[in-house]
Every structure is written in C-alpha cells, then in structure tokens.
C-alpha cells in the first residue's frame, strides 16, 4: 500500500494549488481518505476527509477555500486549494483510514490513519 502526493511548490497570497495524491494497494473507494498539514513547531491537523461514499468535511480554517475530490478512473485524490493565506504554508500528508473513521468525530484525528504519504510542501508568500 502506498500514497504518494504532490503538486506542492510556492504560491502568492490569495494563489491556488491543487495536490495530488495517487494511490497503489488500496481503492479509494473502500476507505476514509484525509488531507493533513504540519507547519514547523505545530501539530499536525486535519484539513479535509473523502468517505467511500464520496461525502467531504473540511477544518474550519479552510471551509470555502478548499476542495476534496476523487478522480476514481485514475486512483486519485486531489485538493484543489484557493485563495491561499501564508498561514496554509506546511507540508501536506493524504492518509487512508478504514470508512468508518470519516463518519464519526475522530475523522481529524492523526491516529485513526494507518496509511501515510511521504507528503509535499506548500508555501504561501
């Protein structure tokens, strides 16, 4: 099983990304897929969740401005991130999750996740 991101790179403020994330081992469809963040001295937070359903959440610091989708033909999970802030500056980490995890209130929590990509930096100046 294997994740591998990307698309990061440096934006300017009020830029766009979008990241990818593509998957060997694993169906998307058969899981909880989340986007996680790690600024330098921070915690690592929950951005965004895609269930087996195809249903989304997002963090409240990027509800409006980011978007999670599939593309199931090629395996793929991309965020689509606007109007970036300097503050959205991290690395940037998929994980997969059993399907249950995105339906309850631990679907932000970093422990749920067994499987992790190597991630992808993103900066906003």
């Known amino acids: 099983v294997q994740l591998v991101e990307s698309g990061g790179g440096s934006v300017q403020v009020a830029g766009s990304l979008r990241l990818s994330c593509a998957a060997s081992g694993i169906t998307y469809g058969s899981y909880c897929m989340g986007w996680f963040r790690q600024a330098p001295g921070k915690e690592r937070e929950g951005v965004a969740t895609?269930?087996?359903?195809?249903?989304?959440s997002y963090g409240d610091s990027v509800k409006g401005r980011f978007t999670v989708s599939l593309d199931s033909a090629n395996n793929t999970l991309y965020l689509q991130m606007d109007n970036l802030r300097p503050e959205d500056t991290a690395m940037y980490y998929c994980?997969?999750?059993?399907?249950?995890?995105?339906?309850?209130?631990?679907?932000?929590?970093?422990?749920?996740?067994?499987?992790w990509g190597q991630g992808t930096q993103v900066t906003v100046s």
């Open positions: 895609f269930d087996s359903d195809g249903d989304t």
């Open positions: 994980a997969a999750a059993t399907t249950g995890v995105c339906m309850g209130d631990l679907r932000f929590q970093r422990n749920q996740y067994g499987v």
